[in-house]
């Protein structure tokens, strides 16, 4: 399905528990991001990666970490989770940005 | 760095009207402007896009404008129809890293 995909599709935590996302591609391309959707925010970065073991800060990342140890596979980690972190996440997969991106087809986390 | 705004947040039409999305960018280094509409409950996925060697792009009912010189870029959608309803999302970028997005804009489309 387009190449990447996220798991789990949902979730439901607790405060103060680790939580961990996944995408996955199959693409082979060279970056990976996340996002998070919220109403009356849009899609807000939180990290990227635009190589194995390389990744950067969006505009959101306090809360948030990051792993890429394969092409394929872009992980993120809520260390410590927060109702604020309940949110839509998006992974998205590119070459490069002014190309385009694809996009998964979100993990929907709720954090009580 | 790069700040997209986006106008307006919701946009109610009736069918077969025209539909604009209006959107304002900050960096002027930015050299590509996609949309991306999204359904309710799926994910984003681009529709069209512009580069700024470019100054509209058309592709059937849908096309894009671009004014560098003001920093601003345009969704227009003619003729609409209900399944035009959805989020539409500008973005822009001045690097090959990565796409900031404004807010969104809810389209509905009544028949």
């Known amino acids: 399905d387009a190449g990447i995909t996220q798991s789990p599709r949902h979730k439901v935590t607790e405060t103060g528990t680790p939580v961990t996302l996944r995408c996955h591609q199959t693409e082979n391309h060279r970056y990976m991001y996340w996002y998070r959707q919220d109403p009356g925010h849009g899609l807000r970065l939180i990290h990227y990666s635009y190589g194995v073991k390389d990744t950067d800060k969006g505009e959101v990342s306090d809360g948030y970490s990051v792993s890429r140890s394969k092409t394929e596979d872009f992980l993120l980690t809520l260390e410590s989770a927060t109702s604020s972190q309940t949110s839509v996440y998006f992974c998205a997969i590119g070459d490069r940005a002014n190309y385009g991106y694809t996009f998964g087809s979100g993990t929907r986390l709720t954090v009580v | 760095g790069e700040n997209v705004e986006q106008h307006p947040s919701t946009l109610s039409v009736q069918e077969g009207d025209s539909a604009v999305i209006k959107c304002t960018y900050s960096d002027s280094a930015s050299n590509y402007f996609p949309w991306y509409k999204q359904e309710l409950g799926k994910r984003p996925q681009l529709i069209i896009d512009i580069r700024s060697n470019v100054g509209e792009k058309k592709d059937q009912r849908i096309a894009v404008t671009l004014n560098k010189t003001a920093k601003h870029f345009s969704l227009h959608i003619t003729e609409t129809q209900p399944e035009d309803s959805a989020v539409y999302f500008c973005?822009?970028?001045?690097?090959?890293?990565?796409?900031?997005f404004g807010t969104g804009t809810r389209l509905q489309v009544f028949p």
């Open positions: 973005a822009a970028t001045p690097s090959t890293d990565k796409l900031i």
